[in-house]
C-alpha cells in the first residue's frame, strides 16, 4: 500500500500531541507571545511536539501554513524587553518533512554513537 505525499510520517524524537494537552499548549504558545503578535489571533493547533522539549510545529488554521515554535530559543520582540519563543514558517509540507527526517536521523546517529561507546 503506498504512503499518500501529503501525510507526514511523525518519526522520533517527534511525537503528536495528544489531544487532552491541545487546549492547554495553545495557552501556552499565545501567552509566551508579545501582545502585538499576530498570531494572538489566529486560530492554531499544536500538532507535533519534539519529545521532552518545548518546540512545536503548529498548524495556524487562518493562513494555512505550519509553523516552529522554539521555546528553547527566544529572540527579543522588535526593539522591545520581551523575549518571544522562536518562530519560523515552513515553506512548504516537504519542508516539514524534512525537519522531521532530519531530527530522526541525528537521533539515530546518536544512539549508534551511544552503543559504539558502550562496545568500546
Known amino acids: 500500500m503506498e504512503m ?6 511523525i518519526k522520533s524524537p517527534w511525537t503528536l500531541v495528544y489531544i487532552e494537552y491541545v487546549d ?3 495557552a501556552e504558545i499565545k501567552a509566551a507571545l508579545p ?3 499576530e498570531l494572538r489571533d489566529h486560530e492554531i493547533v499544536p500538532g507535533i ?3 521532552r522539549r518545548w518546540v512545536f510545529i503548529v498548524d495556524d488554521d487562518t493562513t494555512g501554513e505550519q509553523i516552529l515554535i522554539d521555546f528553547e530559543r527566544k529572540k527579543r520582540w522588535k526593539k522591545t524587553k520581551f ?3 522562536t518562530i519560523m514558517v515552513f515553506k512548504s509540507r ?5 525537519r522531521i527526517n532530519r531530527d530522526h536521523q541525528a537521533e539515530l546517529e546518536k544512539f549508534k ?7 568500546a
Open 113 to 119: 554513537e551511544e552503543e559504539r561507546r558502550g562496545n
Open 24 to 26: 492547554e499548549f495553545i
Open 94 to 98: 516537504d519542508e516539514v518533512r524534512e
Open 83 to 85: 523575549y518571544a519563543p
Open 4 to 9: 499518500e505525499k501529503d501525510v507526514l510520517e
Open 35 to 37: 501582545p502585538d503578535h
Open 49 to 51: 511536539k519534539l519529545s
